[in-house]
């Protein structure tokens, strides 16, 4: 059975940085994209950024965190890595990783419907 569980976030000063993992585990064939997604009080789900698992190497960004924020992968420990740096008090949400099947637009989708398994979530609070 498919499992994505997120780990890595808390508590940091503005300016700060923090790593986000997301380890999956049971994934099939099916399992080609994985997303990163926030969601902060009172707003939407918001997708930030996206990567292959599998073959090439494909990524993506959403505006709001290019040049700040970088998504990679551990093949090998079928994990994905969200590193946050120069962190702002905006970017405080809840941090959800997710699956898609196919990447939908090139080089990936971050929209929100396109992914059809979520993880449980990370807070980050970005405070001084």
């Known amino acids: 059975q498919l499992r994505l569980v997120e780990s890595g976030g808390g508590l940091v000063q503005p300016g700060g940085s923090l790593r986000l993992s997301c380890a999956v585990s049971?994934?099939?064939?099916?399992?080609?994209?994985i997303g990163w997604f926030r969601q902060a009080p009172g707003k939407e789900r918001e997708g930030i950024s996206c990567?292959?698992?599998?073959?090439?190497?494909?990524?993506n960004y959403a505006d709001s965190v290019r040049g700040r924020f970088t998504i990679s992968r551990d093949i090998a420990k079928t994990t994905v890595y969200l590193q946050m740096d120069s962190l702002k008090p905006e970017d405080t949400a809840v941090y959800y990783c997710?699956?898609?099947?196919?990447?939908?637009?090139?080089?990936?989708?971050?929209?929100?419907?396109?992914?059809?398994?979520w993880g449980k979530g990370t807070q980050v609070t970005v405070s001084s």
């Open positions: 049971g994934f099939t064939w099916e399992t080609n994209i």
């Open positions: 990567i292959s698992i599998r073959g090439e190497t494909m990524l």
């Open positions: 997710a699956r898609a099947t196919r990447p939908y637009s090139s080089p990936c989708s971050v929209a929100v419907g396109r992914y059809d398994f």
